[in-house]
């Protein structure tokens, strides 16, 4: 893709951004503007919106209808935005923590209602804007500004939340892993429901500076190194097993705990059903009729 047709969707005069050198949110940007361009959809009917944090900078620099809410609360904008303009494209931009914390509430109740926007949560384990403190997806052990003897919290896998919340579509993908974010993306921008889709993203400033892990480069090479397909884990599997994948899909998400080490990346749940905008539209033609 010509980098013309990227460039278009941003607002250039509001560049350069403000992330830090390494940071992978614009890998994450780039993604879904490419998922954007390749499904041909128009500028004017796309709505982004973003809460709090590093990564709810990524809808100022969107060349589409844009807002940058409060703090957690992205998700319970973009509700109001579909459900007034059902016709509308709507994408939320959100973080790890803004999606698992303080908007923890709107996260599963809009799986639960299967609401029709597409979640993408850039994941970078860590507060990044508001000075490294660790945030609901932090690995147990690891060092952050408010935790300088290791997290002894046992982390959200906010891909697993949104399966269990009932969201019709759900994905996760590292940066390093491009192409596959952008088709995820593509894929869910493309559910008539709730997607959802996980980007592991790199924060070489706080996350990697406090777990020496290095430079932006050393994080891409162990999202390279950590990520396993899911497809592949679970062939890995039933060899191990000795029996078919099929059988080992129940067994694989009992002891998915022995790829702790792990990133498990693909598409977890690809399950299209009429989404909330749908069964609403349905009520308010029942309510009409009563009335009448």
Partial sequence: MSVEK???????????????????????????????????????????????????????????????????????????????????????MTGDGDAGAIGGNHFIHAARRNMDITVIAFNNNIYGMTGGQYSPTTPEDCYATTSPYGNIEKPFDLSKIAIASGASYVARATTFNFLDLQKYIKNGLSNAGYSFVEAVTQCPTYFGRYNKIGTAPKMMEYLKSAALPISKAKKDMAAELKCDEVSVSRVFELKESIYSDRIITGEFVNQPRPGYVDKYEKVIQKAGAHSE
Avoid: Q
Avoid at 24 to 40: N, P, Q, S, W, Y
Avoid at 47 to 63: D, E, K, M
């Fill in 6 to 92: 990227y460039l278009k969707h941003l607002r250039l005069d509001r560049l350069p951004h403000v992330w830090c050198p390494g940071c992978g949110h614009g890998i994450v940007l780039k993604a879904a503007v490419g998922a954007i361009e390749e499904l041909g959809l128009n500028p004017d009917k796309i709505a982004v919106v973003s809460g709090i944090g590093c990564s709810s900078r990524a809808t100022g620099y969107l060349n589409f209808n844009t807002m940058h809410t409060l703090h957690g609360r992205a998700i319970a904008f973009a509700t109001g935005v579909k459900l007034a303009r059902p016709d509308m494209h709507v994408i939320v």
